[in-house]
């Protein structure tokens, strides 16, 4: 994760070089004269254990990418408040090797999670300009749904679908479900009008499992147009 948060902080440093040489004129003022917004996204997110006999590390760490265009609408004539709505697609995963001792026996097992959403986040964002300069700060706050379209679990190999009974040899608690939403919270920094870095957090109200709830950090780089 420092890995990545290094070639994030390195790549928003390039792109505001970037848009201070000047791409366009940029409106500070005007938050809405670009309404579409592509953005490519970086996921460091948990599955929690949320059940009454958790414990502090009870969680699976697990990464993600998204691909996401938002549009946004000014809803104040007095006040810049934007709403913003968002379509997306997002692949999360994990990877881990597990080590059971039990009766005198030894042995390993590797499990892989591979999940395939749509995600639509909707949030309101108010909009700070920045005295002289071609910058605007966005904090903004919201729901974000996310279906999910395709998942998969290997256990050595062995291939199951997430969101069949029979695969998960009639595990329900293991049962994944389609739909999630939760709450988002986070700010983006627009340079010279057309470039943007942002980095959010939340965590989804309902279940993923049975007692396992998503905690999802994001940081995304994107364009507007």
Not at 40 to 55: A, K
Not at 135 to 164: C, E, H, S, T
Not at 170 to 197: C, H, M, P, T, Y
Request: charged letters at 20%; a negative charge; proline letters at 2%.
């Amino acid at each position: 994760m420092k890995r990545a948060l290094s070639l994030f902080v390195t790549v928003a440093v390039c792109l505001q070089g970037w848009a201070w040489q000047g791409v366009g004129d940029a409106e500070a003022d005007d938050y809405s004269k670009w309404p579409l917004a592509f953005s490519v996204e970086y996921l460091p997110s948990r599955l929690v254990y949320v059940g009454e006999d958790r414990e502090k590390d009870d969680y699976q760490s697990f990464g993600g990418l998204a691909l996401t265009m938002t549009g946004v609408l000014r809803i104040s004539t007095t006040q810049p408040l934007y709403l913003e709505a968002g379509l997306g697609f997002q692949r999360s995963y994990y990877s881990v090797d597990i080590d059971y001792a039990d009766d005198g026996w030894n042995f390993s097992l590797k499990e892989e999670m591979r999940l395939m959403s749509l995600k639509m986040p909707v949030s309101l964002a108010y909009v700070y300009s920045v005295s002289n300069s071609r910058m605007v700060i966005v904090p903004y706050a919201g729901l974000r749904f996310r279906y999910n379209v395709w998942g998969q679990l290997l256990l050595n190999n062995i291939d199951r679908n997430l969101f069949d009974i029979d695969d998960m040899e009639g595990d329900e608690d293991s049962l994944a479900k389609r739909f999630q939403v939760g709450w988002q919270a986070g700010a983006k920094v627009r340079f010279g009008g057309r470039f943007f870095v942002g980095a959010a957090y939340g965590t989804d109200f309902n279940e993923i499992t049975h007692d396992v709830k998503v905690h999802e950090a994001q940081f995304s780089l994107g364009i507007v147009f």
